[in-house]
């Protein structure tokens, strides 16, 4: 990252060697300019060792490399290379590799974890910002006592200015010299604010810092990693991302492109630039959970001042997420607004006439509470693309006026309370993206509506309709879906589906149907009364499943395989050969909840090896989450070190039976969250833990279970957990 401190410590290291008896021949430091051709360097470096490079412009490039290869042959040096943006050739600059012989050193610095590759260096040290302790000290440093202690609140108000530089030795110089002088809490509350709301505008901020960092921004390989780099300004400061969350956010804006046939191409191409953008420290993963980045508070104001092309066009997105709004801006604030994101904040209703948004492609009001939307307010919004109004459960009318943006290619609805949709939405034809999950009131989506829109790809009905027993005439989501799946199958561009069935006639309509199989990311059975267990059989066809979820199947008994001579010894005797059976390799999360007559999931999560979450909540007769067979003969069939091998989250609630997780020793090397609550016969034994991420590992439980539940080893394997009890 830029202002980091790569070059002060740099300059360290040189002051250091200067100032001691080194025994080098050369102390040899060069900056390096981003578009620096090899020659320009050989220049540089000539100069340092004391060359005359003056007569080099007639020399070629492998004439000037001999002369400093000769040069430098058999000396001990240092060469301090600041700046790298690229793979520098030394040999053919004429540097000569430091060896055994030589003794030499090569130090360099760069932004990108990839350029360190590239140099194959030996040791690499990642600079971090300050922790809150160490920032402070350097700005008290740098705005000076007198200044500090001038009045009462200001030791307060600079303590949040310091905290929105989150660290960064940079920001927290420039700002620091610049309040400086600031001695009135007045002052010094307008430069909190300005910074809160646009630090391009705060003094030096957007020559000194922000022009700094946008050299990562423009070095990026091409505009699509830069155009997903800009999305994220967006979201709210200091916002936990998930990765495939903003995978599929970037897919559904169009920003990877409409060329991928599968949803593992684009998780794969979203992963890829998701790798460019964390090597270029402009994303940071998560430390404690490797599924999430953030976005460093100043590197979130660099891109949203590159998105209003570096403060010259303000109105271009207009970006209050998470800001505490409870109504929309002034209709006359939009008109040259090309994107806006609104969320995370408390909007409860849209009372206001229809603003004029002429440029507006994008527009985001999820995570509010909104619960009402005034009539016509979308009417005129004529080029808008991306309409996000998900995650507002209170939200219960669709707007009709929805239905008459026809340049629409995402709409998300998904955890809101709407109960119809019309037939008019048949209209969006360019729709690309429709998300219903979890939109559990709707009843109506009119017949031939889902399979009208010609040109969706993504479409998310996981949870989604009432899971009671009326039927609406016309309605795709009458009879447990079986309408539904058959109008998927009419959808010729999809790639991603979140589905749910809710009775055997679906299933056996979606088991006919391998084209929406194969499409399938999130599969969810509700309420299938007629069933005692389902063949999983099926999952080696729907490779791209990522969820499985089961709810309020009051008879479900369990899960089988092919029921054929191999896999019938599998199930009955709990021993199982991976080679010879399915395996579900894109399953990540399972979800029981509500099926009293399980025992346990032993069909089901011993072919997940890649499985990262399981919940399982009120499993009356659940004794084991799943058993293997303890025959010594069985040792040829099983790994058992290779279930669970991927786990991060396990959630075992309300299971009055349960008493073991498995019955053999059990390892869980990546386990950092767990949720143990009324399960009063649970036990911890036969759990094995890796030690070196025991500190990690959260559990949220009733204090009473945790005092008195059986470890096999309480000094190691009780001593990794950090307990939040609820009463």
């Known amino acids: 990252m830029g202002g980091v401190g790569k070059t002060a410590l740099l300059t360290k290291i040189n002051n250091a060697i200067a100032s001691s008896i080194h025994g080098f021949d050369f102390v040899i430091w060069v900056s390096i300019s981003r578009s620096q051709s090899l020659a320009k360097f050989q220049e540089d470096f000539g100069r340092k060792i004391g060359l005359d490079v003056e007569e080099w412009a007639s020399r070629s490039i492998d004439e000037k490399s001999e002369v400093i290869f000769k040069t430098l042959d058999g000396k001990k040096f240092v060469l301090l290379l600041d700046n790298l943006w690229e793979r520098l050739d030394l040999l053919r600059a004429g540097v000569p590799l430091p060896n055994n012989q030589n003794c030499s050193k090569i130090v360099f610095t760069t932004r990108s974890e990839i350029i360190c590759g590239c140099m194959e260096a030996n040791k690499r040290l990642k600079l971090k910002c300050l922790d809150s302790e160490s920032a402070w000290e350097l700005f008290r440093k740098k705005i000076g006592d007198d200044t500090l202690n001038s009045h009462p609140d200001i030791p307060r108000l600079a303590s949040i200015v310091a905290k929105k530089c989150a660290g960064l030795p940079l920001a927290l110089i420039t700002v620091g010299r610049s309040l400086a002088c600031k001695r009135t809490p007045q002052e010094w509350s307008h430069a909190m604010r300005t910074l809160q709301k646009s630090a391009s505008e705060f003094s030096s901020m957007g020559d000194d810092v922000l022009q700094l960092l946008k050299v990562s921004y423009d070095s990026l390989p091409n505009d699509a990693i830069r155009s997903c780099l800009l999305y994220t300004c967006l979201l709210p400061d200091d916002y936990k991302i998930d990765k495939r969350n903003l995978i599929s956010d970037w897919f559904r804006g169009g ?21 460019t953008l964390l090597n270029m420290c402009l994303l940071e993963e998560e430390t404690e959970d490797e599924r999430y980045v953030t976005v460093h508070s100043v590197i979130h104001d660099m891109i949203l001042w590159v998105a209003q092309e570096c403060g010259e066009e303000k109105d271009k997105y207009w970006v209050e997420s998470g800001f505490g709004l409870t109504r929309i801006p002034k209709v006359e604030k939009w008109i040259g607004v090309r994107v806006m994101s609104l969320m995370n904040n408390n909007i409860k209703e849209i009372a206001e006439a229809a603003p004029t948004c002429p440029y507006l492609v994008a527009l985001y009001l999820c995570n509010n509470r909104i619960t009402v939307i005034n009539r016509g307010f979308f009417q005129f919004m004529p080029v808008l ?27 998300n609805l998904a955890n809101t309370s709407v109960s119809e949709l019309p037939f008019e939405l048949k209209r969006l034809h360019k729709l690309r993206t429709l998300d219903l999950n979890y939109v559990t009131k709707l009843e109506m989506i009119p017949v031939t509506v889902i399979s009208g829109l010609s040109a969706l790809q993504d479409l998310g009905m996981a949870r989604c309709g009432a899971s009671s027993d009326r039927i609406v005439q016309g309605s795709v989501l009458s009879g447990g879906n079986e309408i539904l799946i058959e109008e998927l199958a009419c959808l010729k561009h999809l790639i991603a589906v979140d589905l749910t069935i809710r009775s055997t006639n679906a299933f056996e309509k979606f088991l006919s149907s391998e084209m929406v199989m194969c499409c399938t990311r999130v599969l969810s059975f509700e309420t299938l009364k007629d069933a005692t267990s389902i063949n999983l059989s099926f999952l080696e066809v729907t490779v791209h ?38 395996c579900f390799s894109m399953l990540l999360s399972i979800v029981i909840v509500d099926c009293p007559a399980i025992k346990d999931l032993t069909a089901l999560v011993v072919f997940a090896p890649n499985l990262e979450r399981l919940e399982i909540q009120r499993c009356d007769r659940m004794e084991a989450v799943f058993r293997i067979g303890t025959d010594p003969g069985e040792a040829e069939f099983i790994k058992v070190e290779c279930l669970f091998a991927k786990l991060k989250e396990i959630h075992l609630i309300n299971l009055q039976a349960l008493n073991t997780i498995c019955n053999v020793v059990l390892s869980l090397p990546r386990l950092n969250q767990v949720t143990i609550l009324k399960c009063p016969k649970l036990n911890m034994t036969r759990v094995n833990l890796d030690k070196t991420v025991v500190s990690k590992i959260k559990i949220i439980t009733e204090e009473s279970w945790w005092y008195n539940v059986q470890w096999d080893d309480v000094a190691t394997t009780q001593s990794a957990f950090v307990p939040q009890f609820l009463s």
């Open 255 to 275: 920003l990877l492109g409409y060329d991928h046939d599968t949803i593992k191409e684009i998780e794969n191409y979203g992963y890829d630039i998701l790798g």
């Open 385 to 411: 693309r991306v309409l996000d109004l998900s995650n507002n459960e209170a939200l219960e009318a669709f707007p009709l006026e929805v239905c008459n943006l026809l340049s629409l290619e995402c709409l």
């Open 545 to 582: 499943i990522q969820c499985f979820i089961v709810i309020d199947c009051k008879y479900l008994e369990g899960f089988r395989i092919i029921e054929d001579d191999v896999t019938e010894g599998i199930i009955d005797n709990r021993y199982f050969r991976l080679g010879d059976i399915p």
